[in-house]
């Protein structure tokens, strides 16, 4: 081909070419608006972290991820505590979760729910354990819904009352919920019954704040990211053996950075306000 | 009897889009095991899992993994309409369809609404609306289609309680009546989109035989994705864009039998056609 007609055939093609390009970079541009209103849109109802999934809940974000909405969860339930969530209930659309208060999750034996769901969302691995034979045997006690946390101020049996209607409802008395006895300082010749929840065995099931008495829940059931602090690794409980397993593997050098330790700690206490 | 066989795929569709509907309702509500689940992930007969493969795909844009049974029910779908049916979960599955193609037949009734668009759309809008899907799985790590897409808010509207979905709902239809024609099906949904893709070498195709043709052109004025009859009144030929979803009408609509299904490669008239497109 020679020079001369490469050129000439550039110049024809150029408008072309150039309306190819111009309808290309408008998709573009249509496809970064829709995109970013749409990312909006789901960013809102992502942040919601008060819901409660059914047992076997893998972590809410992965649960997000690979729950395809199909409802076939809440379809199992044999006491229709999972609600599949419609647009406008403000949690991700489509997704199960329950209100405890109003019909909490009677933790079945053979946790319909998790082993009806397609996807994985809900892992029956995370709710079994290894049986006397050596299989996975199921065993709903072991999962971990949410954490109940007791409002004491609200709670009458800490106002002195006797009411232990958490404690004889929970599911894993004596374990996940204990009365303990504490002095009633203002009799001073009484005990105060006051139920305490134990987090390790707290299953978040919800019976406790479906039973509870006064009037709002002075007992609910909250996420375990939301209820639950996390302690430092360097805070050791002396006292237990099994806890100082926790540093051995950590450096023996550490280093703490805020804006306060970047200076030399004389300078700070000779010259600095504190 | 004469409406009805005019009728006679209208109804089928119908029938098929309702009772898919029904059953998945009865699953819910009665506990019947034919179809559990909606048309995103639904169990049927209680021992085979179906999915929406372009979930599926979302969910590994996310970064995910999928359970063996959803991996297959995916595959399921897509053997069945890439290989068998075509794009036909838009004409005979969705319920979506129903409201759109109610909306399409009101437009029509709208004095000095006879255009093909108030808006003016590219029908390749859905193929983008895919890519941007996969884009935002990716970086929100959630399946991005799922969590706007109408047509999850209706059928599991109908199954499990609409809530305010009704507003997306509505959306589409107004879109539809008001904006453009065959707006969502045909220009915007990235479900059908996706079923234009793998629907493109299914075996169950329209024939267009041009001997019969009387050149009335009501197949093409019918036709919700129009240009995929190119071949009308020009030559023999099988519809062979995907993006028909063999919904039927232009067979309907044809007084001269023009128009019919047919097998790809099965056809009896596979040497006629060579004839035809040489004449």
């Keep these: 081909m020679g020079a001369d007609m490469g050129s000439d055939r550039k110049e024809e093609k150029m408008p072309e070419r150039r309306k190819f390009l111009t309808s290309i970079l408008r998709g573009l541009g249509a496809a970064t608006v829709g995109g970013l209103a749409w990312t909006g849109f789901m960013d809102g109802k992502k942040a919601y972290p008060l819901v409660l999934r ?62 009806a769901c397609p996807t994985g969302a809900l892992d029956r691995s995370l709710v079994s354990e290894r049986g006397e034979k050596g299989g996975m045997k199921l065993n709903i006690d072991l999962s971990k819904m949410g954490l109940a946390v007791i409002d004491r101020e609200t709670c009458i049996a800490y106002w002195g009352i006797q009411c232990d209607a958490c404690y004889r409802a929970c599911p894993l008395i004596d374990k996940a919920v204990t009365v303990e006895y504490i002095r009633n300082e203002r009799t001073g010749k009484h005990a105060l019954l006051a139920p305490a929840i134990h987090s390790d065995h707290c299953t978040g099931c919800g019976i406790c704040e479906h039973v509870c008495v006064t009037k709002k829940a002075s007992v609910f059931v909250l996420p ?24 051995v593997d950590l450096p023996e050098e550490t280093q703490t950075i805020t804006p306060r330790s970047e200076k030399d700690p004389l300078d700070y206490l000779n010259k600095e306000e504190f | 009897m004469g409406m009805i066989r005019k009728h006679r795929y209208l109804i089928s569709r119908r029938t098929s889009q309702i009772s898919i509907m029904l059953l998945f309702i009865a699953g819910n509500v009665l506990g019947w095991k034919v179809l559990a689940g909606n048309l995103s992930t639904s169990k049927v007969l209680g021992a085979v899992h179906l999915a929406d493969p372009f979930a599926v795909i979302q969910i590994f844009a996310t970064g995910n993994s999928v359970s063996s049974e959803a991996l297959v029910g995916a595959l399921i779908i897509i053997l069945f309409f890439g290989v068998f049916a075509g794009r036909a979960f838009c004409s005979w599955v969705c319920p979506v369809n129903i409201l ?34 996969l884009v935002l799985s990716l970086f929100t790590g959630v399946a991005a289609f799922e969590w706007i897409s109408p047509i999850s808010m209706l059928h599991r509207g109908i199954i499990f309680g609409m809530g305010m979905g009704w507003t997306a709902v509505l959306a589409v239809f107004l879109f539809d009546l008001l904006m453009v024609r065959n707006g969502f ?70 007084d001269d039998k023009a128009m019919e299904f047919v097998g790809k490669f099965f056809s009896a008239k596979k040497q006629d056609e060579k004839e035809g497109i040489l004449s």
């Design chain 2, 100 to 133: 759109t193609d109610m909306a399409g037949w009101l437009r029509k009734k709208i004095p000095g609404e006879s255009g093909e668009r108030t808006l003016l759309m590219s029908r390749n809008v859905r193929y983008w609306v895919i890519g941007i899907s």
């Design chain 1, 224 to 247: 375990r990211a939301v209820a639950m602090g996390e302690s430092s690794a360097r805070y050791i409980k002396g006292w237990e053996k099994e806890d100082e397993q926790r540093i």
């Design chain 2, 185 to 254: 099906c045909g220009h915007v949904c990235p479900l059908g989109g996706f079923y234009s893709l793998i629907g493109r070498f299914s075996l169950l195709r329209v024939r267009h035989d041009r001997e019969k043709c009387t050149l009335c052109m009501r197949c093409i004025e019918t036709c919700p994705e129009r240009q995929v009859l190119p071949m009308v009144g020009k030559q023999t030929a099988l519809v062979s864009s995907g993006e028909c979803s063999n919904c039927a009408r232009c067979i309907e609509v044809c």
């Design chain 1, 54 to 115: 059914p047992p076997g809940a893998i972590p809410e974000e992965d649960f997000l991820a690979k729950c395809t909405k199909c409802g076939i969860c809440a379809e199992a339930c044999p006491y229709d505590a999972l609600i599949i969530s419609a647009p406008g209930d403000e949690r991700p659309p489509g997704t199960p979760y329950f209100i405890a208060r109003e019909k909490p999750c009677r933790m079945c034996r053979d946790i319909p729910c998790a082993v």
